[in-house]
């Protein structure tokens, strides 16, 4: 009972940390505007206009307000000076920003003979993006404790050498993207089943099957486009590419696919593991049909949560395409369908990695596995 009574009090100290550590960053970015180059306004009073309808050639209907901001300068040779900026804004949001009593932002000063004027350019938000970063860390480490920390630390040093994968692929000038994102998924799989499962040959297992299930997703994706040489594939769709698409659209493909293959891999492996363990009686025959089962089982619902995610990375500029005017045929196309053959792929990669993790778990684990 003492025991017990400790390990809340524990807990409890624990919780009191992350909460004061969450309080004093949230604080500590809303008055770190030194820190900063371009001039910050704090806005202390804000005056509404009235809001005015805007209508455009396709019926579409938005409606925009002028407001005159009252603040001061935070920072830079120009702290403490009183401005007033004037600024529009649309119900949509779509092109600008809604500022309040309280809000930071980033303004371009002008400076006159009769005094100061200043532009609104947008909003400060390291706030609220501090205080995410804090919720879900803070979350994951008290819940899953050491796990979790593994995990965040895994996440943090891949974003780590996805940065510098992209600072080498601009260096290039995108001759290599293949090679550099391709090696990078190698590196992103290895290490995060490392930091995650640990050096062992569950890890190694999982690996295999990872890597399996992405290469053989996109050499049957190659082999289909080379069939029907690449008819619907409409590269010129992807946006703000300064390099040859086809290239960047399969490492981009294949990043994807390596996650998908990944998450499955892990949830199958791993339940073969703790089902061996409980009855190491079973054969390699039975650990392949029960591996199959499982696959089954969460097959659906990870195919299900990709398009999920492709309908929501891609529903805001659809909706935008079909409400200025274009048919579904034509907004699918420039919008929609290279984001579906990408989940395709990915699917492909889902089904393949089933049986091939069944198999490599059934034939390579430990005929009793350690508790």
Same mark, same amino acid.
């Given at each position: 009972?003492?025991?017990?009574?400790?390990?809340?009090?524990?807990?409890?100290?624990?919780?009191?940390?992350?909460?004061?550590?969450?309080?004093?960053?949230?604080?500590?970015?809303?008055?770190?505007?030194?820190?900063?180059?371009?001039?910050?306004?704090?806005?202390?009073?804000?005056?509404?206009?009235?809001?005015?309808?805007?209508?455009?050639?396709?019926?579409?209907?938005?409606?925009?307000?002028?407001?005159?901001?009252?603040?001061?300068?935070?920072?830079?040779?120009?702290?403490?000076?009183?401005?007033?900026?004037?600024?529009?804004?649309?119900?949509?949001?779509?092109?600008?920003?809604?500022?309040?009593?309280?809000?930071?932002?980033?303004?371009?000063?002008?400076?006159?003979?009769?005094?100061?004027?200043?532009?609104?350019?947008?909003?400060?938000?390291?706030?609220?993006?501090?205080?995410?970063?804090?919720?879900?860390?803070?979350?994951?480490?008290?819940? +899953?404790?050491?796990?979790?920390? +593994?995990?965040?630390?895994?996440?943090?040093?891949? &974003?780590?050498?996805?940065? +510098?994968?992209?600072?080498?692929?601009?260096?290039?000038?995108?001759?290599?993207?293949?090679?550099?994102?391709?090696?990078?998924?190698?590196?992103?799989?290895?290490?995060?089943?490392?930091?995650?499962?640990?050096?062992?040959?569950?890890?190694?297992?999982?690996?295999?099957?990872?890597?399996?299930?992405?290469?053989?997703?996109?050499?049957?994706?190659?082999?289909?486009?080379?069939?029907?040489?690449? @008819?619907?594939?409409?590269?010129?769709?992807?946006?703000?590419?300064?390099?040859?698409?086809?290239?960047?659209?399969?490492?981009?493909?294949?990043?994807?696919?390596? &996650?998908?293959? +990944?998450?499955?891999?892990?949830?199958?492996?791993?339940?073969?593991?703790?089902? @061996?363990?409980?009855?190491?009686?079973?054969?390699?025959?039975?650990?392949?049909?029960? &591996?199959?089962?499982?696959?089954?089982?969460?097959?659906?619902?990870?195919?299900?949560?990709?398009?999920?995610?492709?309908?929501?990375?891609?529903?805001?500029?659809?909706?935008?395409?079909?409400?200025?005017?274009?048919?579904?045929?034509?907004?699918?196309?420039?919008?929609?369908?290279?984001?579906?053959?990408?989940?395709?792929?990915? &699917?492909?990669?889902?089904?393949?990695?089933?049986?091939?993790?069944?198999?490599?778990?059934?034939?390579?684990?430990?005929?009793?596995?350690?508790?």
């Amino acid at each position: 009972m003492q025991d017990l009574r400790e390990k809340r009090r524990v807990t409890l100290v624990w919780w009191l940390i992350v909460l004061v550590i969450g309080g004093l960053l949230v604080w500590g970015t809303q008055h770190n505007a030194s820190l900063y180059r371009d001039p910050i306004m704090q806005v202390t009073r804000v005056q509404t206009g009235t809001a005015t309808h805007e209508e455009d050639d396709f019926h579409n209907v938005d409606r925009q307000t002028k407001q005159v901001l009252h603040g001061r300068i935070l920072n830079g040779k120009y702290r403490g000076q009183r401005l007033t900026v004037t600024n529009t804004y649309s119900l949509s949001g779509a092109m600008d920003q809604h500022y309040r009593k309280g809000s930071q932002l980033f303004v371009v000063v002008h400076q006159h003979q009769s005094g100061f004027t200043a532009t609104a350019k947008d909003a400060k938000r390291d706030t609220p993006l501090v205080f995410m970063l804090w919720l879900v860390v803070g979350l994951l480490l008290l819940i +899953m404790q050491f796990s979790g920390f +593994m995990a965040f630390l895994s996440v943090a040093v891949n &974003g780590v050498l996805f940065l +510098m994968a992209i600072i080498l692929n601009g260096s290039t000038q995108g001759a290599r993207v293949l090679w550099i994102f391709g090696s990078l998924a190698v590196v992103f799989a290895a290490l995060t089943l490392w930091l995650v499962i640990g050096a062992n040959r569950q890890m190694l297992i999982t690996l295999a099957t990872t890597l399996g299930g992405t290469a053989l997703s996109l050499i049957v994706a190659l082999l289909v486009f080379h069939v029907t040489h690449e @008819k619907g594939m409409y590269y010129e769709s992807m946006q703000y590419v300064t390099q040859l698409p086809r290239p960047l659209f399969l490492a981009e493909t294949l990043l994807g696919s390596l &996650g998908a293959v +990944m998450d499955e891999s892990t949830d199958i492996i791993s339940s073969l593991f703790a089902l @061996k363990r409980e009855r190491p009686e079973l054969s390699a025959g039975q650990v392949f049909k029960s &591996g199959r089962q499982i696959g089954s089982t969460i097959m659906g619902p990870l195919i299900n949560v990709l398009f999920f995610i492709f309908v929501a990375d891609t529903f805001p500029m659809a909706m935008l395409y079909l409400k200025n005017g274009n048919s579904w045929g034509y907004t699918f196309s420039m919008n929609m369908s290279m984001g579906v053959v990408q989940s395709l792929i990915s &699917g492909i990669g889902i089904v393949l990695a089933v049986p091939l993790a069944s198999y490599l778990a059934s034939r390579f684990m430990e005929k009793k596995v350690r508790a």
